[in-house]
């Protein structure tokens, strides 16, 4: 019974992470690319722009979108009072994408400790460790997975808010964003 259970903590914990990974996967978004075509997509058609926004959750496409609708608001062409709306809703964005990450990384702990639990039981009763192992392995290179795409989802916020908001007030500022109905 001992064995059965140290091996259901393990695959236990692979879920988790799976969960973890999975969903980092989902927020993952090239900033170069995504860069380039939000900037050619605000001095095209800033209407789509937001569209655009609206389409990649939990990256700093979603915060931008929320400075787009908080700079819409301030119903002014003055470029200062746009971007003192803006950034503060773009810091209202990025909460909620940190949010987001923190709960992916609360389930990455949770496959970690039940990992652990796993191979610490296995051990104990003397059972043979080698498929904890491989799981334990599996897991670390998901691990390295999930902080790299944290890291760059973290790099991607704060370079956004240096090199495409201040287009964001521009487009605003200059009435490439129409007003729909």
């Given amino acids: 019974m001992k064995v059965f259970l140290s091996y259901a903590l393990v695959l236990g914990g692979l879920g988790f992470i799976a969960a973890a990974v ?15 075509a939000m900037i050619n997509m605000l001095r095209t058609d800033a209407n789509k722009a937001e569209f655009l926004c609206k389409t990649a959750k939990n990256t700093f496409y979603e915060a931008l979108g929320q400075a787009i609708k908080i700079g819409v608001m301030s119903q002014t062409n003055d470029p200062k009072i746009i971007a003192m709306s803006t950034k503060p809703g773009y810091d209202a964005g990025c909460i909620s994408i940190t949010m987001y990450w923190k709960k992916l990384f609360g389930h990455g702990k949770k496959g970690v400790l039940a990992i652990v639990g796993g191979i ?6 003397n059972a043979s460790i080698v498929f904890h192992v491989i799981c334990a392995v599996i897991a670390a290179g998901c691990a390295i997975y999930f902080f790299k795409t944290r890291a760059d989802n973290e790099r991607s916020l704060l370079l956004a808010k240096a090199e495409i908001l201040p287009e964001v007030d521009r487009a605003i500022a200059e009435g490439r964003y129409r007003f729909s109905a």
């Fill in 22 to 36: 999975i969903g980092a996967m989902l927020a993952n978004l090239s900033y170069v690319r995504a860069k380039f």
């Fill in 120 to 125: 610490v039981l296995a051990v104990t009763i």
